[in-house]
Structures are given as structure tokens and as C-alpha cells.
């Protein structure tokens, strides 16, 4: 079974904290996917990977930043964290050439 | 672009109803398209996709869903349903690299 893992299931920061979220996929998928989820917006894709060291913008990049620095592990980052990035992240793996996405538990980050 | 358009936000039937959630796509190739399902508190777990072949497609759960190219409609369908149904579901299409673009969801309530 493809498991992927988020390290917090729910975190809270303040304004202006720097915060990181983390994923880990054991099933050596090339690419990884990271998404925010609000209530009547569906799942948003903020950015994706499809290699080590490799990045690409999704559709809401905007304070956001991502590292891929092993395959297995892809970690999202909030430079400056603000309360309108109070969400529930989600992060997801594939392999290269199916169609099939696999996703995490999500984190639910609050920023007061 | 591509996008997906989920028309009802809330549904509520009955516990052994049937049930058809609507989703409209629009994107301009042949799309694959996928129907996931999140539980209170989880993540997202794959109930059927399509890419080619029997437009009628099998899923797990007892789900299916019929892919019908001049509606530009992905219908999710069960002939019964079971109170452990309630949850959200998400309708999604995905074009080139494995992006996928979801809808806003449709929240399924079961009345017992």
C-alpha cells in the first residue's frame, strides 16, 4: 500500500512565524503534489515537483515555497505565515506515467 | 484551462436512496477524469477514474459513474445508499503532468 505521511495533523502558529509542513511518500513516486483545501473552494494546487531538487508553481504559489531535497520527502514552507493562509493542507504523490494521485491525512494549520 | 464544476454544494437522502452527484468539466482534449471521496478528518481516497474505453465506470464502495462526452459530464451514482456514504466528494480532471484540477465538492448528508 502507497502511504504518504504529513507530520502534523493539526498546527497552530502565529503571524509572521516561519512554518514548515512536511511529506513523506514510501513508495519512490517521482512526483509530489502539494494543495490547500477551504471550505467552496475545493482543493487548490499551490506546488508540484517532479524530481529532486525540481519544482514548478501551481495555481496559488503566492507565499509559498517548497524543497525537494531527497525524493521521498516535499516539504511546503510559509516564509511569513498570515492568517488568510489558515487552511488544511494536503499533500499527494504519483507515480510517473499513472494517473492515480495518493494523498495524505492533511495538516490543518490555524495562524492567529 | 481546465476546470470542474460541482453545481450542488449540500445534498441530503435518505439511507437506501439512490444518488447521482453531478459534475461538468471543461478542458479540450480527451480528459481523465476521477471522483474522490474525504471522510470527516481524512484524506482524499479514490472512488473511480476514467481514461478511455467503457464510458460506464466500476469504483469501489459500490460507485459508478458514467462519462458522457456531449454533456461534458462525469455523474457519480449509487443505487443504494448507506449511512457510512456521508462524507464530501470531489469531482476532478487532470490534463498534462498529473495536475489535477478539482471542483468545489458536493457535501453528502444520510438521513437514517
Known amino acids: 500500500d502507497v502511504k504518504v505521511t504529513q507530520s502534523s495533523r493539526y498546527l497552530v502558529k502565529r503571524t509572521g512565524e516561519k512554518v514548515f509542513l512536511e511529506c513523506v511518500q514510501d513508495?519512490?513516486?517521482?512526483?509530489m503534489f502539494w494543495y490547500r483545501q477551504d471550505p467552496g473552494l475545493g482543493l487548490r494546487l499551490i506546488y508540484f515537483?517532479?524530481?529532486?531538487?525540481?519544482?514548478e508553481k501551481g495555481d496559488i504559489p503566492e507565499g509559498y515555497s517548497v524543497s525537494r531535497e531527497k525524493k521521498e520527502r516535499f516539504s511546503l514552507i510559509l516564509e511569513s505565515a498570515s492568517t488568510n493562509q489558515t487552511s488544511m493542507y494536503l499533500c499527494?504523490?504519483?507515480?510517473?506515467?499513472?494517473?492515480?494521485?495518493?494523498f495524505g491525512p492533511g495538516t490543518r494549520l490555524t495562524v492567529l | 484551462a481546465q476546470s470542474v464544476t460541482q453545481p450542488d454544494i449540500h445534498i441530503t437522502v435518505s439511507e437506501g436512496a439512490s444518488l447521482e452527484l453531478r459534475c461538468n468539466y471543461s478542458?479540450?482534449?480527451?480528459?481523465?477524469l476521477f471522483w474522490y471521496v474525504q471522510s470527516p478528518g481524512q484524506g482524499l481516497q479514490l472512488l473511480l477514474k476514467y481514461f478511455s474505453g467503457d464510458t460506464l465506470v466500476q469504483g469501489i464502495k459500490g460507485f459508478e459513474a458514467e462519462f458522457k462526452r456531449s454533456q461534458s459530464s462525469f455523474n457519480l451514482r449509487k443505487p443504494s445508499v448507506h449511512w457510512s456514504d456521508a462524507a464530501e466528494y470531489f469531482c476532478a480532471v487532470t490534463g498534462t503532468a498529473s495536475k489535477l484540477t478539482f471542483g468545489t465538492g458536493t457535501r453528502l448528508q444520510v438521513t437514517l
Open positions: 499527494a504523490s504519483i507515480l510517473s506515467g499513472s494517473e492515480e494521485q495518493f
Open positions: 515537483s517532479y524530481d529532486v531538487k525540481m519544482k
Open positions: 513508495m519512490d513516486h517521482e512526483n
Open positions: 478542458y479540450g482534449a480527451t480528459p481523465y
